[in-house]
């Protein structure tokens, strides 16, 4: 928009907040705020069409419309606290990210938890997803493309290895963002006078 370079310091992951579990349950997962633009309708359709089981972890104003789309193998949990979020990231098959987000925080928590992430391939999941390492992608915004990333992950074509899943989440840590923010403003050239045009306000 501006035509300027800029650095990218991408935002903090908790990543300690998640584990592994010694072996996943058989559901996928979806965390999101229900809004329509997240495109969780896609997601419903296509596992309607798979027949596979389906949690929804969260609440929004598209509730309705989603829970009278979804047939019984999709189950919405609503809001859960901190520490049944975590055990369900453990325990799923893999985290459905359906929608284009400018960063997207549920990919990186479900890659803490060791599990990988079927996203669509755009938005901020160009920067947060490795395909092949910590999930996969499909490329559009269709049911039988998203029906087609679930069964290449059904297949077993890709060996999702935990260990290497977490790796990858832990670039995102919240203690490499503190270093990287602080190096970038350790870096910054600081002025010796700045004018002000406002008053009260020091320097320090």
């Known amino acids: 928009i501006y035509g300027r370079e800029a650095e990218v310091i991408f935002p903090p992951v908790e990543v300690q907040r998640f584990h592994r579990s010694g072996r996943p349950d058989n559901f996928f997962l979806i965390v999101s ?8 309708d896609l997601a419903i359709r296509a596992f309607n069409t798979l027949g596979l089981p389906l949690k ?5 104003p598209a509730f309705e419309f989603l829970r ?7 189950n919405f949990l609503g809001r859960t606290s901190d520490a049944e979020l975590a055990e369900y990231y453990a325990g799923c098959k893999a985290l459905i990210f359906p929608g ?7 990919p990186l928590e479900a890659n803490a938890a060791g599990r990988p992430v079927i996203a669509f391939q755009g938005g901020g999941a160009l920067d947060t997803v ?14 039988e493309s998203l029906v087609e990333a679930v069964r ?4 077993g074509r890709f060996d999702f290895k935990p260990d290497k899943i977490r790796e990858h989440a832990l670039r995102f840590d919240k203690a490499v963002f503190k270093d990287k923010f602080l ?4 870096e910054l050239p600081f002025p010796e006078k700045v004018n002000l045009p406002t008053r009260g306000i020091k320097l320090i």
Do not use: M
């Open 130 to 143: 490795s395909p092949g390492i910590s999930g996969l992608f499909f490329s559009e915004h269709s049911v």
């Open 183 to 186: 190096k970038f403003l350790n």
């Open 33 to 40: 705020r229900l809004s329509f633009y997240k495109r969780l």
């Open 56 to 60: 929804i972890i969260g609440s929004g």
């Open 68 to 74: 009278n789309l979804a047939r019984p193998n999709v």
């Open 100 to 106: 284009v987000e400018d960063f997207g925080l549920a």
């Open 152 to 155: 290449v992950l059904e297949d």
